[in-house]
């Protein structure tokens, strides 16, 4: 039986990148929004030798996305979903990003864990922004309610994005959501273990993609400047771990977010701890 590897967000650079460590040994189901970016995903993984199956897909439809991972079972043991799809703040309006992220996030792991046989599992992409707000901005004790109340869970996160202007709404909407997919990925470990699943999350810093270079011009390429490692972080390292956490290597490893951004957020944390001591 083929071992079958579900990657959402394919098309992109991340995506795309983890399908071609992931199609070395695995059969590829690939899923983006963007059919024509899909189409070109899909021939360049082909002159690698790889023949992934491609499925246009929007992972805030639900419906969507049982589809998707119906198509992925009917050609094998569905093993690992690496779930990359995402936008970012100068990509859309703070609904449309909390929508992709945040429901986007419940539908696909949701879906994975009604279908997924012992031993799967899955690799949420949260972010390093999910490491940077106050714990008190954060609607955590609301975050169950995307569980068993779709709409008091979305009418919560959209209340918490009043905190700020309508200028920095999408950008307060994607640290949001992020927080959210690595809560999710560390608070349903224990239900996805009761089924012999795991669960993880990685949360990049700046990466040199599309999606990341987008960010420079609203200054998030600053901060490359100040880490541990000061530059812009490759599709393929990134790669190589999501494809790590997806193996059978990684085990034991579920429950837990991995942040992977050259040291951004330890930076911040002891330029802080300093600046206050000194203060």
């Known amino acids: 039986m083929n071992r079958v590897s579900v990657i959402t967000g394919g098309a992109g650079g991340m995506g795309l990148a983890t399908a071609k460590v992931v199609g070395r040994d695995h059969t590829l189901v690939l899923c983006d929004v963007r059919k024509d970016r899909l189409t070109a995903a899909a021939a360049t993984l082909e002159e690698l030798g790889m023949s992934p199956t491609v499925v246009n897909c929007d992972v805030t439809d639900r419906g969507a996305v049982a589809a998707l991972l119906a198509t992925a079972t009917d050609l094998g043991t569905v093993v690992s979903v690496i779930h990359t799809a995402g936008v970012s703040p100068s990509m859309g309006p703070a609904d449309y990003v909390m929508r992709t992220n945040a429901v986007g996030t419940v539908n696909v792991n949701e879906e994975f864990h009604a279908i997924a046989s012992e031993g799967a599992v899955i690799v949420n992409v949260a972010s390093m922004a999910a490491h940077m707000l106050p714990a008190e901005l954060i609607p955590t004790e609301q975050f169950p309610l995307a569980l068993h109340d779709a709409d008091a869970f979305w009418d919560a996160m959209m209340t918490s994005c009043n905190i700020v202007g309508d200028d920095a709404r999408s950008g307060i909407a994607y640290a949001l959501s992020k927080s959210f997919v690595r809560w999710y990925s560390q608070s349903q470990a224990e239900r996805f273990n009761a089924r012999g699943l795991r669960i993880v999350s990685v949360s990049p810093g700046s990466i040199d993609t599309e999606m990341g270079r987008l960010e420079e011009q609203a200054g998030a390429g600053a901060m490359v400047a100040d880490a541990a490692v000061p530059r812009w972080g490759k599709a393929e ?16 490893l579920t429950g837990t977010d991995i942040l992977n951004d050259g040291g951004v957020i330890a930076s911040m944390t002891e330029r802080a701890r300093v600046a206050s001591a000194n203060g």
């Open 237 to 252: 390292e990134m790669a190589e771990l999501l494809a790590f956490c997806a193996s059978a290597k990684a085990g034991y």
